[in-house]
């Protein structure tokens, strides 16, 4: 690890402050992603702001009806908030399926959106990565990428994000607060994360200097089915083969609404809003699932060791939207998949 200079920021202006002044300058919360990085050379900042003072540790309820999720709450709060598990049981379902007891209680909800990839060559740092320096290669295309991107990816980079949580605030049209030195302003959650295109070491949106202040939570309707399922190599602290999320309402036997995101398929947790409209309308049924599954991996594309990933988004998705029409989410009590 190299050397730094460790600095405590006791407000959101002194550490906009610092870190859009020090070019080489990280924000540490909860750490559980940063000091590994750090660890392993991959990330060497020259200034480590520690932002566990700033006041972004609330739950507060908003005059819409939705919920305000400070930056610096801990996964391990959000999931157990009863206003999570009542209103947003998806989220908290999300959050509960990844990483580890202990992990939850130190990951923030900031650091949570700001989590790295967690493709092997990036943490090798002496292997070329485009991601970690720009321009050098992608090993991964020719070498392990059986976990890669099956959608969205660029001929520079195929690695995928790794969160779980942010695959249920996809699917439940989150907005990402943010301050920098230009002010605050609101970043729609389909928006905060990038492909990779041309330039994959730009994992977010975020301008120089800008800070996650929280995440708001929108009202949604009543009555809302969900579903968050995981699938991966074992059932527990193990990142996504393929995941998915699902919030669905029904009257009548006709679908009204659908929201659905796929996790560990792109650089980004993966929308298509088109194929979603399709299902409503539509009656709840395999055939109409299966139907949209189609139509949401129809441009996916294999790398050599993971064409199995597609099949398994396609089942998965079919999986998680009658489990979520059904009433009968995931359990993340009972990881089995039955
Ligand atoms: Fe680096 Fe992306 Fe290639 Fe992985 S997939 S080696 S992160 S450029």
Known sequence: MKRFRYMKAVSVREAIGIFAAEPGAALMAGGTNLVDLMKYDVSTPTVVVDINGLPLHDITEQPDGGLRLGALVSNADVAYDPRITERYPLLSSAILAGASGQLRNMATV?????????CSYFYDVQVPCNKREP????PAKTGLNRGHAILGASPLCIATHPSDMCVALSALDATILVEGPRGVRSIPFSEFHRLPGESPERDTTLEPGEII???DLPLL????GYSYLKIRDRLSYAFALVSVAVLIKIDDRIIQQAHLSLGSVAHKAWRDKDAETLLVGAAPVRAVFKRIADRLLDSAIAQEQNGFKIELAHRATVRCLEQAAAGTPQSQANKRIC
């Open 213 to 215: 202040l929280a995440v």
């Open 110 to 118: 900031g650091g949570n959106l700001l989590q790295r990839t967690r």
């Open 221 to 224: 309707p009543p009555s809302m």
């Open 135 to 138: 321009g050098s290669g992608c």
